[in-house]
């Protein structure tokens, strides 16, 4: 696999599509932070780290749905940023997704964190991906 960040994202976005509860992934460091951000903005409802007999381990993600409309948390999944195209942002051109609504994902030499979080503390770095 050469892009795992990309594979996280596509296993979130089929399970969205096909109204899954829990998806399961293969855990990363960056994949936990990814996880961890969605969950403090409200995206997904809970978030489970699992040890696996190899190394690795897994990330167990509860979707989270409308109780009355029963439509997704997740609207959009976009991975911006990927190994054939790299793209990297100054703090002063950080993107605002939906007008402040949506998330962009950021990793920064500070940590991966929100694009507002970047804006807060002028750090720039390579966008990972928007999600609304």
């Known amino acids: 696999m050469t892009d795992p960040i990309s594979d996280y994202l596509t296993r979130l976005r089929n399970a969205v599509k096909a109204n899954h509860r829990i998806v399961e992934v293969p855990a990363s ?68 997704i939906i007008n402040g609504l949506g998330v962009a994902i950021i990793s920064t030499s500070k940590g991966i964190m929100t694009d507002k979080e970047a804006r807060q503390l002028h750090v720039g770095g390579e966008v990972l991906c928007y999600i609304y």
């Open 29 to 96: 460091n960056t994949k936990k932070e990814i996880t961890k951000i969605l969950f403090d903005k409200g995206y997904i409802a809970n978030y489970k780290f699992e040890e696996t007999d190899n190394k690795q381990g897994n990330i167990k993600v509860a979707l989270k749905y409308n109780p009355v409309t029963k439509l997704p948390a997740i609207t959009r999944l976009k991975r911006v940023s990927r190994p054939g195209l790299r793209k990297y942002v100054s703090h002063d051109r950080l993107p605002r």
